[in-house]
């Protein structure tokens, strides 16, 4: 936790000098390296997690065993599970932190594109729109069918209708960056898995799916990039046993200064 602290404040930094001009071209170069460094952390974090959890299903899956024979080897076992969980939940919390500096920094939009956005989301309910971020928010449920990563026929057009805003004198400033989630529900079904291994396989695949309408929508190849969270990048609570919740399944797209 305490150098997710850490991380927030460094980046914090880096904002508030780029915002006042007291950054040189050649410290902006070693930031932009310094975070690269920082998403391979990141991925190394992820797999880690990964990794943890796989681990913790093996431990559970032993005590569930043992639990009919109790003495030393269930003690040992609530033992070893605890501490796994207690470190899965330490890396869960220091992926959220910095995952949010790397993607969901605020930027100030100009107020005629700001302007632009939240019309655009009025009275949509398939959108959300905050200004105090610049972040468009797509809602998963309404975007996809359970599963698939097709673009619903009903939400191209509003995709299209951000592209010409996008595409807009004000919108041509700044850079994309399109981040699926999911919720925890495991991919259950063989032909989804087949597509679509992992939460995290699904995630990537309809952020790619949302670029590939942007991009024929006109939206330069070079202002967009796609990232993909999976399950581990929630903003609400998911229900227990793995029953998932509908605000964690969502696509953001996320409106960044050139070159982040």
């Known amino acids: ?25 050649q410290e902006y170069k070693d930031l932009k390296l310094q975070n690269a460094a920082q998403q391979k952390r990141l991925a190394e974090l992820e797999s880690q997690l990964q990794t943890a959890k796989l681990q ?84 998963s449920d309404l975007l996809f069918d359970t599963g698939s990563d097709n673009v619903a026929a009903s939400a191209t057009e509003a995709i299209k209708a951000l ?45 790619i799916s949302v670029l590939n309408i942007m991009n024929v929508n006109k939206i330069d190849q070079t202002r967009m990039s796609v990232r993909g969270f999976g399950e581990f990048r929630p903003v609400a609570p998911n229900k227990a046993n793995k029953k998932g919740n509908p605000q964690n399944r969502r696509v953001e797209i996320y409106i960044v200064t050139k070159g982040s």
């Open 1 to 25: 936790m305490k150098t997710a602290k850490i991380v927030i404040l460094f980046v914090a930094l880096i904002m508030a000098l780029l915002l006042t001009g007291c950054v040189s071209q």
């Open 56 to 139: 913790l299903d093996k431990l559970q899956r032993q005590l569930d065993s043992a639990q009919g024979r109790g003495g030393v080897e269930v003690n040992a076992l609530m033992q070893k599970i605890a501490a796994l969980e207690e470190d899965i939940n330490a890396k869960k919390a220091l992926i959220a932190a910095m995952q949010k500096q790397l993607v969901g920094g605020s930027v100030q939009l100009p107020i005629e594109l700001s302007t632009m956005l939240e019309d655009f989301a009025k009275d949509k309910d398939i959108v959300t729109f905050d200004p105090a971020t610049g972040i468009v928010k797509f809602k």
């Open 163 to 207: 592209c010409e805003i996008l595409n807009s004198e004000q919108g041509r400033q700044f850079d994309i960056i399109i981040a699926g989630h999911t919720d925890d529900i495991r991919i259950s079904k063989p032909q989804t898995r087949q597509k679509h291994p992992t939460n995290w396989h699904l995630s990537a695949h309809r952020g």
